[in-house]
């Protein structure tokens, strides 16, 4: 399925979503995030049964950033360089943190500006070994967004975050996996196909529960641990409801592997 600068294919049950702006190096314009809305409707109806989420980025980099073509003329003091995401940028953003299904992300060259909060969305983030990423505002005189001031202290630390937003150095695939910021590294050659393995392991695991892992881990950062208690219980009780969970027990009793159905 084609969208405006967006490509959707399915897997089964692996919904892949394509970045695809090549003479850009898949930069983000507000084009594209309105082709991302009407890819991720096309993800949420649950007739589409999209049991995992892969984003990437077609041809030779994931997502440069934000699409700066035409904004050139814009006078000091007079531009409102924010406008743009409250408006388009945070509902993406937000719509992928919800989503009912895990997301790999699966950086296959570089992730700049947005385009590196965009790779960082993913529960799973993986890399091509020539892949980079780079916190590009400070180059244009701008402050980092799309949540990075959120995602990357908590992923890596205070130091290491304030130091790639002040420096404006690139952030090399094999460095980011040893700070913890990544899951894994491959060839670049073998990223796809590693890619695809792992989400449909995802896919076909019990789907209820790991849309609650998510949501757990997302949510404990801003909890008290009282409250990660509370959210655990309740979370427990809903996959406890699910076929899934009752499959899986009978697997394991009976020394088979478990044939859940995200149900």
């Not at 409707?41 to 649950?46: L, N, Y």
């Amino acid at each position: 399925m084609q969208f405006k600068h967006v490509t959707l294919e399915f897997d089964g049950p692996v919904a892949i979503l394509k970045l695809d702006h090549q003479e850009v190096m898949n930069a983000v314009s507000i084009d594209m995030l309105g082709g991302l809305a009407e890819a991720l409707d096309v993800i949420d109806d649950k007739k589409a049964e999209v049991r995992c989420l892969v984003l990437t980025g077609a041809g030779r980099a994931f997502c440069t950033g934000a699409n700066l073509q035409g904004r050139n003329n814009q006078k000091p003091g007079k531009s409102n360089a924010g406008a743009a995401l409250e408006t388009a940028f945070h509902p993406f953003l937000r719509r992928l943190r919800n989503l009912h299904c895990p997301i790999v992300t699966s950086v296959n060259g570089p992730a700049a500006g947005a385009g590196m909060s965009f790779a960082l969305m993913g529960d799973m983030i993986l890399c091509a070994r020539s892949a980079y990423f780079l916190q590009a505002f400070r180059r244009i005189g701008l402050v980092p967004d799309c949540g990075s001031t959120w995602l990357l202290p908590r992923l890596i630390g205070k130091a290491r975050s304030v130091e790639l937003s002040l420096m404006g150095e690139r952030l090399p695939a094999e460095k980011a996996l040893e700070w913890g910021l990544v899951n894994r590294v491959y060839d670049d050659a073998a990223l796809t196909e590693e890619t695809m393995k792992l989400a449909h392991e995802l896919a076909n695991g019990p789907t209820i529960a790991l849309s609650l892992i998510r949501k757990l881990y997302w949510d404990s950062s801003e909890n008290s641990f009282e409250d990660q208690l509370n959210l655990e219980f309740e979370s427990q009780r809903i996959a406890g409801r699910a076929e899934d969970f009752k499959e899986g027990v009978t697997a394991f009793l009976e020394k088979r592997p478990a044939k859940f159905k995200g149900k």
